[in-house]
């Protein structure tokens, strides 16, 4: 009943920035809380960022911090991650991810297991 829909991957040289975008569609009542993960091949999906809807907090991944910032237009149903200086081990495919009825407050929303809906994933490929 909900679709999201990731766009702004691409290739980037190292330390460049990308905006990627992810647009919830369907039936979107009550989406409470939106997050970006990344996996590589072989490797555990792992959380990027995340964002309560309305006026709620951001949470990032503490290795993150800085160079990942995540933002919202809720009445778009859209969540954007912004990422600057990217570097080599940032190549990845970058998942969205929405729950309804629950905030991002809370110690599960940081594991996928937390999030309903998913996208198909967006390609960002960081080169030297």
């Known amino acids: 009943q909900v679709q999201l829909t990731e766009s702004g991957g691409g290739s980037v040289q190292a330390g460049g920035a990308l905006r990627l975008s992810c647009a919830a569609s369907g039936f979107t009542v009550r989406i409470n809380c939106m997050a970006w993960f990344r996996q590589v091949p072989g490797k555990a999906r792992e959380g990027v960022a995340r964002i309560s809807t309305g006026d709620g907090p951001e949470f990032y991944a503490d290795s993150l911090k800085g160079r990942f910032t995540v933002s919202r237009d809720t009445a778009k149903n859209t969540v954007y991650l912004q990422v600057t200086s990217l570097k080599l081990e940032d190549t990845a495919m970058y998942f969205c991810?929405?729950?309804?009825?629950?905030?991002?407050?809370?110690?599960?929303?940081?594991?996928?297991?937390?999030?309903?809906?998913w996208g198909h994933g967006t390609q960002v490929t960081v080169s030297s």
């Open positions: 991810a929405a729950r309804q009825n629950s905030y991002c407050d809370s110690l599960a929303s940081r594991t996928e297991d937390f999030f309903q809906f």
